[in-house]
């Protein structure tokens, strides 16, 4: 007969607001940093595009947005 294992959690472990994020490994993610990961991609970016490329593909993306703006405003 196997004995079960309790374990006492604490009911609210973290501030009051706060709620806690798990991945799809059930390790804790920190949403935020997601935003900050997306942001330091999309910069350096545009740092290389700006370095190597004199900004044609900023550029480029620009317009199409410009275009796809055009196209659903009328």
């Known amino acids: 007969m196997q004995r079960r294992i309790e374990r006492n959690y604490p009911a609210d472990p973290l501030p009051k607001g706060r709620s806690q994020c798990y991945d799809r490994h059930g390790r804790n993610a920190n949403p935020a940093m997601r935003y900050v990961i997306v942001v330091c991609i999309i910069a350096l970016f545009v740092i290389w595009d700006g370095l ?5 593909y900023l550029d480029r993306a620009v317009r199409e947005a410009n275009g796809v703006v055009r196209l659903v405003t009328g």
């Open 52 to 56: 190597y490329n004199q900004g044609r």
